[in-house]
């Protein structure tokens, strides 16, 4: 039978090999700044992997409507303007709401 402590998550982030394996990753973030989390325990080989915040909501609509997919300006403003991004509150270009 195994046994060992159950530690809540603060102790269990604090434990030496979590530190020792690189389980925790720090991205700083624009507007939260240094924000900790879980790093994927799925890791492959040496290669430090290329980890960086998630972007936020329309972030890159401009970039992937216009160049990935073809879509002109006006087009995009057109969709915007019907609400196809979200409610007109929230269709801001990577700001982050209140």
Known sequence: MLCGPVNDV????????????????????PTRGLIRQVRSPVRGGDDPTDSRRGPFRNEHRREILGDLLGYDPGTVDWYRSQGAFGPPDQQSEGKEGP
């Open 10 to 29: 603060a102790r269990a982030l604090a434990d030496p090999q979590v530190e020792a394996r690189g389980d925790i990753l720090q991205t700083e973030h």
